[in-house]
């Protein structure tokens, strides 16, 4: 079984195009995140959610909104797609424990493509 | 402010021989540090992590770590390598009271036959 899973896996449109990317967490964790990689491979955080409540929010272009409708879903949805934003798109999942001690399970990927 | 370094782009070893792939880190507070491996096209996958204890750190796949708090690193070892180890490793730290992980910026390791 999947732990964390996200769809699509690949993902090409054309710039001005508005689209969402979904992730779901099976392993009952109470937080979700989103990190982008770009094409050199650096690994950022984008947002976090605890039980449906946005607690990061790092320097992100409005474009990018997050929703979590339960605890095991955050999906990500860009509007206005800019060439900028092709990346790899990582979801992860935590069980959020005092102090940060929680090993946080990435899922496989989506690869957007903007053209 | 957090952040982590890894001073090596690419690590090459061969098979059998043992491999360290660096890390240091900075943070204000106490470290919690993380390395994780992606395969090619592959998600990150966890190996190991310190949060307190015992300076080595034993994890997935035969590797280990082993925290230095005076020098602030966090080297991730192998005592014998495999082909199959060849992949792009990445450390990672996370401040007490930060939810987010830092990530450095990865090493490709590549094992030769």
């Known amino acids: 079984d999947t732990a964390v899973s996200q769809t699509p896996k690949y993902l090409v449109t054309q710039m001005g195009n508005d689209k969402s990317i979904k992730c779901e967490q099976n392993l009952g964790h109470d937080t979700m995140y989103w990190y982008k990689q770009d094409s050199k491979k650096f690994l950022k955080i984008m947002f976090s959610y605890n039980n449906k409540e946005l607690i990061i929010n790092e320097t992100v272009p409005n474009r990018f909104s997050p929703k979590s409708p339960d605890k095991a879903h955050l999906n990500l949805h860009i509007n206005s797609l800019e060439l900028g934003d092709s990346a790899v798109y990582f979801c992860?999942?935590?069980?959020?424990?005092?102090?940060?001690?929680?090993?946080?399970?990435f899922g496989p990927g989506t690869r957007l493509t903007v053209l | 402010a957090q952040s982590v370094a890894q001073p090596e782009d690419q690590v090459n070893v061969a098979e059998g021989n043992p491999l360290t792939v660096k890390c240091t880190y900075s943070?204000?507070?106490?470290?919690?540090l993380f390395w994780y491996v992606q395969y090619p096209n592959r998600g990150l996958q966890f190996l190991l992590k310190?949060?307190?204890?015992?300076?080595l750190v034993k994890g997935s796949y035969g590797f280990e770590a082993e925290f230095n708090k005076s020098q602030t690193s966090f080297h991730l070892k192998k005592p014998s390598a495999l082909v199959s180890d060849s992949a792009l490793y990445f450390c990672a730290v996370r401040d007490t009271g930060r939810r987010a992980l830092t990530f450095g910026s990865g090493t490709r390791l590549q094992v030769q036959p």
């Open positions: 943070v204000s507070g106490n470290p919690y």
């Open positions: 310190y949060i307190t204890g015992d300076n």
């Open positions: 992860a999942s935590s069980q959020a424990k005092t102090g940060g001690t929680d090993t946080q399970y």
